[in-house]
Antibody
Framework: QVQLVESGGGVVQPGGSLRLFCAASGFTFSDYGMHWVRQAPGKGLEWVSFIRYDGNKKFYADSVKGRFTISRDISKNTLYLQMNSLRGEDSAVYYC???????????????WGQGTPVTVSS | EFALTQSPGTLSVSPGERATLSCRASHSITTSLAWYQQKFGQAPRLLIYGASNRATGIPDRFSGSGSGTDFTLTISRLEPEDFAVYYCQQYGSSTWTFGQGTKVEIK
């Protein structure tokens, strides 16, 4: 069965960096686009970033553009989110999510991980 | 800037009753719309995609309709496990946006 397991979250000071991981299993990782979505405490869902199945297209929300970098390692079935210049408003639970349709960029998300919390605070 | 507006913010319904949730897009997205359910402390779960298609394993009391800019999620008879927050999402043209959510609470 499909499993997505995030890790790497924690407490970091403003201006600091953190790298999130999403270990994928139960499907052919190289065939699907992957997303990061975040949820601040008590707030709604905010899409953060997308990487195409082949890694050759990446998109970012305006709120993180230039500070966050999405990547993937097909050999390790792992999705990453490198977060730099972190701000208080980046504090959230970060979820990785899988696109439903293979090879498609525009698709809903059929599987989500349980999330990893990130707190940006001094 | 593209936006999805959900209404109402909170819906109070008794078990067994019908719930109707609305999602309005700032411009046409044809049928590139999904609905998700999120319970407290859990990840979202896909309910509906393509505006009206139920995801695998979703009970038929959940139905979606609409196209263009106006969409509806209907829960025909609320079960106790249906009380949660519901989000709509658009996924057209390599952009992804969520609505702010509708909380369905027990009346």
């Amino acid at each position: 069965q499909v499993q997505l397991v995030e890790s790497g979250g924690g407490v970091v000071q403003p201006g600091g960096s953190l790298r999130l991981f999403c270990a994928a299993s139960g499907f052919t990782f190289s065939d699907y686009g992957m997303h990061w979505v975040r949820q601040a405490p008590g707030k709604g869902l905010e899409w953060v970033s997308f990487i195409r199945y082949d890694g050759n297209k990446k998109f970012y929300a305006d709120s993180v553009k230039g500070r966050f970098t999405i990547s993937r390692d097909i050999s390790k079935n792992t999705l990453y989110l490198q977060m730099n210049s972190l701000r208080g408003e980046d504090s959230a639970v970060y979820y990785c999510a899988k696109a439903t349709v293979a090879y498609a960029s525009s698709s809903e998300f059929d599987y989500w991980g349980q999330g990893t919390p990130v707190t940006v605070s001094s | 800037e593209f936006a999805l507006t959900q209404s109402p913010g909170t819906l109070s319904v008794s078990p067994g009753e019908r719930a109707t949730l609305s999602c309005r897009a700032s411009h046409s997205i044809t049928t590139s719309l999904a609905w998700y359910q999120q319970k407290f402390g859990q990840a979202p779960r896909l309910l509906i995609y393509g505006a009206s298609n139920r995801a695998t394993g979703i009970p038929d009391r959940f139905s979606g309709s609409g196209s263009g800019t106006d969409f509806t999620l209907t829960i025909s008879r609320l079960e106790p496990e249906d009380f949660a927050v519901y989000y709509c999402q658009q996924y057209g043209s390599s952009t992804w946006t969520f609505g702010q959510g509708t909380k369905v609470e027990i009346k």
